[in-house]
């Protein structure tokens, strides 16, 4: 099946409106590249999100999984370079849960780089206009447990990744003076539509799953 998977998260503490996963939902249906994106918005609850993402794998069958999620403070859209076993959270999911040096996988490896080809992306973003940079932590929340997930649970020949995106303006209005950087909500989306469509174009024997092609 020529189809993409975007995801992104529901509201969970001070984020009643996370834009990753209005991203998600707006996206859904659509067609990027020829092919058609799926979106779903995943479970901010740690237990719940592997069976979330697993079954939308499973059914989907993407050439590309872009997961999203929002970083309040950051200025910029950001591809992540690499997610880590670890679970340790620095505040509680959903369900009131908060894992302190917790593997995501138990028997799975340290940390996994990404598929994407994230210095592509960045040119592309910058073409166009967006700031955006590549980043190398994606933290220990569910942000980075997602991440380690899509590229755990998906076949080698899938392009796999992250994208942290900034907060919208009137989030950061709440979160007091001096304000902390922000990025408007259309932009945001054509953030996300040329990662995935940059991606497409590089899906090819290039991939080098084991050490994360970047190219």
Not at 128 to 155: D, K, W
Not at 197 to 206: A, E
Request: negative net charge; glycine residues 10%.
């Amino acid at each position: 099946m020529n189809c993409v998977l975007v995801t992104g998260f529901g509201p969970y503490g001070d984020e009643a409106d996370n834009p990753s996963g209005e991203i998600a939902r707006r996206i859904d249906g659509t067609q990027i590249g020829g092919h058609d994106v799926r979106g779903r918005v995943l479970p901010v609850d740690t237990e719940a999100v592997r069976d979330a993402l697993a079954e939308a794998i499973d059914s989907i069958r993407p050439k590309v999984v872009l997961v999203t999620g929002v970083a309040p403070g950051r200025a910029a859209p950001a591809l992540e370079r690499v997610a880590i076993n670890v679970r340790d959270f620095p505040i509680p999911d959903t369900a009131g849960r908060t894992p302190v040096d917790r593997p995501i996988a138990a028997q799975g490896p340290d940390a996994y780089l990404t598929t994407l080809p994230v210095k592509a992306v960045v040119e592309a973003w910058r073409a166009a206009g967006i700031p955006g940079y590549v980043s190398n932590t994606a933290g220990t929340y569910l942000c980075n447990q997602t991440f380690y997930l899509a590229r755990h649970l998906s076949e080698d020949s899938v392009r796999a990744g992250m994208l942290h995106v900034p907060a919208l303006p009137a989030r950061t209005v709440e979160m007091g003076s001096p304000p902390t950087p922000s990025m408007s909500f259309d932009v945001l989306e054509q953030a996300v539509r040329l990662a995935v469509s940059t991606s497409l174009l590089h899906i090819g024997p290039d991939l080098q799953v084991g050490g994360g092609s970047i190219s």
